[in-house]
């Protein structure tokens, strides 16, 4: 299992302690916390070569249709999808991998699609043994693709977070504990919703960081989905988004600028796989857990 190198600093607040409301709601996350690197296809990674069987064609997209590819038209008939996620079970164990799999490969087409302008993502689990000959070379992004929608080769270093719902929350819960959250914000400058409640960034598990009215996919079995990961454009959102910025990052952020240049080490802390969903926006993955095929959907939501 990789070893975690990035740190989550400890809830400034005792949250079961102050808000002893949202503890039914606690869930875990790991905050994959991606950093440009060199991954190989036997390693978890974001961006990286995927760990692709010589037998199996390449996925591809056949847009563009009326619904497809609204920001351009391709080159080619077919544009390949290109990698985002690689997890092996053994890094994240947490991941609902449907029996007799261990690794999760998450691709997507780079154009933008309906229902939700953004990529259109696809998901494959398999088992690593039974991979055999691999793909000897994988395809190069369409030339057409947007760049920001291809993200970077990184290497992972997965944390586990507590992490508790804030537009999730019940409006029952919301009303008990509206007025603690505005004393704490008053007395010590910390916000539930943005430091205490649900982490940024690229994740498994835990609660999407929704931007827009939460909107949980329902399965054919009629359970609602399980939010499965969060592919995100920034990890960290705001210049006063205090918490979510490991602390081993925090030297290389003194004196950060959101206008600042790109060339500043902190836009590789907070961007570290180039992307940009929409304004910011998230695309989160959603699977039943209950069905042995593992069904998904998607969301994409930014402000």
């Known amino acids: 299992m990789i070893v975690a190198v990035h740190t989550t600093a400890a809830s400034p607040i005792d949250v079961p ?9 606690a869930m875990t996350t790991v905050r994959l916390h991606p950093r ?3 991954p190989t296809a036997d390693q978890s990674s974001m961006g990286g070569p995927l760990l692709w069987p010589a037998r199996e064609p390449w996925p591809v997209c056949d847009g563009p249709e009326p619904a497809d590819h609204l920001d351009g038209e391709p080159g080619e008939a077919e ?6 996620l690689q ?14 799999t261990d690794v999760l490969q998450v691709l997507w087409c780079p154009f933008d699609h309906e229902p939700w302008t953004s990529p259109r993502p696809e998901l494959r689990w398999r088992r690593r043994a039974d991979v055999g000959a691999r793909l000897a070379e994988q395809p190069e992004p369409d030339e057409e693709a947007d760049v920001q929608h291809v993200p970077d080769p990184c290497v992972l270093h997965p ?3 507590t992490e508790y719902p804030s537009d999730d929350l019940p409006e029952a819960v919301w009303s008990q504990i509206k007025d603690t959250i505005e004393r704490v914000e008053r007395e010590t400058g910390w916000e539930y919703e943005t430091d205490l409640a649900v982490a940024s960034g690229t994740k498994v598990g835990g609660y999407p960081g929704w931007t827009q009215e939460p909107d949980w ?17 920034w ?6 988004e205090k918490r979510w910025i490991p602390l081993q990052d925090r030297p290389a952020m003194a004196g950060w600028d959101v206008a600042g240049s790109d060339d500043h080490p902190w836009r590789h802390i907070q961007n570290p796989a180039g992307l940009m969903l929409g304004d910011v926006g998230g695309i989160y993955l959603f699977v039943c857990p209950t ?3 593992r069904p998904f959907d998607y969301r994409f939501d930014c402000s």
Request: negative net charge.
């Open 159 to 161: 944390e586990r977070v």
């Open 17 to 25: 302690e102050v808000f002893p409301e949202v503890v039914p709601f």
């Open 235 to 240: 990890e960290f959102s705001r210049g006063d």
């Open 79 to 84: 544009v390949p999808l290109v990698p985002v």
């Open 36 to 38: 440009p690197g060199a």
């Open 87 to 100: 997890l092996f079970a053994e890094d994240v164990p947490e991941l609902p991998f449907p029996a007799g």
């Open 291 to 293: 069905c042995p095929d």
């Open 217 to 233: 996919p329902t399965c054919g079995c009629g359970a609602r989905m399980a939010h499965l990961l969060t592919v995100a454009s």
